[in-house]
Structures are given as structure tokens and as C-alpha cells.
């Protein structure tokens, strides 16, 4: 069965500190991984992506990894920031009877105290 | 360009009432996906368009739901009767394929449903 799932549910960190979120598939036949960022109120907006040829990826202060030998992927926040406070949701797209589908993943909150 | 844009942003009913929301999707894009968020279930798939063309509604609760998009720039989730079990927040979101199919999701902000 394809699933996605993501470690820790949630997580409390002081600003300036950094902090690793995981994600977890059996997706197959992988295609790609997406991060993205979801502020309360909001909808989720793209951090990254990540396909089966990229092991590291940056954009800022969010840094993410994919190893698609263990299907494991992280995504590292450095120097956190208020505006970091967030859930973070792992999504991996699989080509399935000729249409690529999203398994999503049930999201890491972050919160990030002053 | 805008974004995709949602309406409304908050509704608030009765049970046994029809609720429509609507969307307007980025221009260009070719796919749209009416997503659904709990805090119990995440988000949820349910229904998604390609070409104006209803591709996959196989994460549709119930019949009391349904979905069209009569032109690439509309489309509406209309439910009918709503039950509190529906209250969530409904999300709109739209895409350009791209190769390989790695496409970004652009989400709206949302229609919080409130079903009393």
C-alpha cells in the first residue's frame, strides 16, 4: 500500500535552534517528492522538490534530502525563525495507470518559541 | 497572476443546507483539485480536473457532494445537504503538469465550512 508518513507529529524548538523533520514512503513507482509549508490559516505553498536523482536540495534555510535506496527523505531547518512556526507536509507523486497520483503525508507542526 | 482564488472564505450553515464553493484557478493551468483538510484526516483528495474534464472522483464521500468546472477558469464543490461532519476547510488548488509529472501544487487559502 503507498504511504507516507512523517516523524516527529510535533515539535517545540527556541529560535536560532535547527531541527530535522522526516519523511517516510512505500510509494511506488516513484516519481518525485515534494516539501511544502502550510501557516495556519493558509494553504500549503512548495518548498522543494525532489526527484530520483537528487540526494540534497537547498532553498534558504530549508535543506532537504532524499535517499531513494531506504525511501527516506528529510527536510533540516537551520537558524530557526518565528515564521518558521508551520506544518511542514511530505507529498510523493507515483505514476499509476498513466496518471500521476499525490500521497500525502499527515504533516510535522512546528512551532518555534522565542 | 493572482493566485487561485477561493470563495468564500468562511461559511458557516445549518445541516440539510446546500453550500457551494467556488474557484478560480491560475490561468494556464491545466489541472485543478478540490482537496479537503481536517485535523483528524489531513488533507484529503477529492476530486481533480484535467482540460476542464472531471479525471478522477473517487475520493468523494457521498453523492451529497459534487463537483463541475463548466470553463478553465471556474469550477464549484457544491454539497447538498450538508451535515456537521463536513465542516473542514475545503482547498482549491491548480497546476501545469510539467515533465515527468512534477508539477507545483498552488493552493488558494482555503473556504473554512462550518456545518452547525
Known amino acids: 500500500k503507498n504511504q507516507v508518513e512523517q516523524s516527529p507529529q510535533s515539535l517545540i524548538i527556541l529560535e536560532g535552534k535547527n531541527c530535522t523533520l522526516q519523511?517516510?514512503?512505500?510509494?511506488?513507482?516513484?516519481?518525485?517528492l515534494r516539501w511544502y509549508k502550510q501557516d495556519t490559516g493558509r494553504g500549503p505553498v512548495s518548498l522543494t522538490i525532489m526527484t530520483f536523482s537528487e540526494n540534497t536540495k537547498s532553498n534558504g534555510r530549508y535543506t532537504a534530502t532524499l535517499d531513494a535506496d531506504t525511501k527516506q527523505s528529510s527536510l533540516h531547518i537551520t537558524a530557526s525563525q518565528l515564521s518558521d512556526s508551520a506544518s511542514y507536509i511530505c507529498v510523493v507523486s507515483a505514476l499509476m495507470d498513466s496518471n500521476y497520483q499525490l500521497i500525502w503525508g499527515a504533516g510535522t507542526k512546528l512551532i518555534i518559541k522565542p | 497572476d493572482a493566485g487561485v482564488i477561493q470563495s468564500p472564505r468562511h461559511e458557516v450553515t445549518e445541516m440539510g443546507q446546500e453550500v457551494t464553493l467556488r474557484c478560480k484557478p491560475i490561468s494556464g493551468h491545466d489541472y485543478l483539485f478540490w482537496y479537503r483538510q481536517t485535523m483528524m484526516r489531513g488533507l484529503e483528495l477529492l476530486i481533480y480536473?484535467?482540460?476542464?474534464?472531471?479525471?478522477?472522483d473517487s475520493g468523494m464521500p457521498e453523492d451529497r457532494f459534487s463537483a463541475k468546472m463548466p470553463n478553465a477558469s471556474f469550477s464549484t464543490l457544491k454539497i447538498q445537504p450538508s451535515e456537521p461532519r463536513d465542516s473542514a476547510v475545503y482547498f482549491c488548488?491548480?497546476?501545469?503538469?510539467?515533465?515527468?509529472?512534477?508539477?507545483?501544487?498552488?493552493f488558494g487559502e482555503g473556504s473554512r465550512l462550518t456545518v452547525l
Open positions: 488548488a491548480s497546476k501545469l503538469l510539467g515533465t515527468g509529472g512534477i508539477g507545483e501544487l498552488f
Open positions: 480536473f484535467n482540460n476542464n474534464v472531471p479525471i478522477d
Open positions: 519523511c517516510n514512503y512505500t510509494v511506488s513507482p516513484f516519481s518525485n
